[in-house]
């Protein structure tokens, strides 16, 4: 069964720092793009940042560009988000999810198939 | 504002067929990329319903269809029903942004 789990969610100050976490089981992760999704309370989805399989290609939303940074440890099966100099307007669940499907080394798709529970950030 | 314009609200009775539309341009859906559909439940993560315009994944009911034309798509939903009631999102892609879009969301009502 896929899985993805998110943590290190919380309340933080404006300025102030904190570190995502996404853990993932049920699939090869060092195949797979994942990206982060989040949603401000009552609002609609934004994207935030993605990343490929290897890490060799990154992308951000301009909303976080220079403030967040996306990580993965392909040994752990684990993605990261450092999130500095918050804003107010960063409050939101933060979901990691997956991008489209392989076989094999071949990978499909840019729907986000699987998504984590979401943790929420309060700024 | 959403680079993806959708309507905020749809309603239909049970039984009825609703349609959802997701309005794009020409550096998105109009580029060719694909569009996908999200299902959202009440204090639920998104649910993936529709992927590459009109394929189903595994476990979504026929009752949902998505269609694509010029810079715009659709998601249809036949036979609605209560559990239906939740907020559907578009995605797809903007080369002149450089990223993933989302719509704003329409969140549905069955009456």
């Known amino acids: 069964e896929v899985q993805l789990v998110e943590s290190g969610g919380g309340l933080v100050k404006p300025g102030g720092s904190l570190r995502l976490s996404c853990a993932t089981s049920?699939?090869?992760?060092?195949?797979?793009?994942i990206t982060w999704v989040r949603q401000a309370p009552g609002k609609g989805l934004e994207w935030v940042s993605s990343?490929?399989?290897?890490?060799?290609?990154?992308y951000y939303a301009d909303s976080v560009k220079g403030r967040f940074t996306i990580s993965r440890d392909n040994a752990k099966s684990s993605l990261s988000l450092q999130m500095n100099s918050l804003r107010a307007e960063d409050t939101a669940v933060y979901y990691c999810?997956?991008?489209?499907?392989?076989?094999?080394?071949?990978?499909?798709?840019?729907?986000?198939?699987?998504w984590g529970q979401g943790t929420l950030v309060t700024v | 504002q959403s680079v993806l314009t959708q309507p905020p609200s749809v309603s239909g009775a049970p039984g009825q067929r609703v349609t959802i539309s997701c309005t794009g341009s020409?550096?998105?859906?109009?580029?060719?990329?694909?569009v996908h559909w999200y299902q959202q439940l009440p204090g639920a993560a998104p649910k993936l319903l529709i992927y590459?315009?009109?394929n189903r994944p595994s476990g979504v009911t026929n009752r949902f269809s998505g269609s694509k034309s010029g810079t715009a798509a659709s998601l249809a939903i036949t036979g609605l029903q209560a559990e239906d009631e939740a907020d559907y999102y578009c995605q797809s892609y903007d080369n002149s942004l450089s990223g993933v879009i989302f719509g704003g969301g329409t969140k549905l009502t069955v009456l």
């Open positions: 999810a997956r991008v489209g499907y392989c076989s094999g080394i071949s990978c499909y798709g840019t729907e986000l198939r699987f």
């Open positions: 020409s550096s998105n859906i109009g580029a060719g990329y694909d």
């Open positions: 590459g315009n009109n």
């Open positions: 049920g699939f090869p992760f060092n195949t797979y793009s």
């Open positions: 990343i490929s399989s290897t890490s060799s290609s990154i």
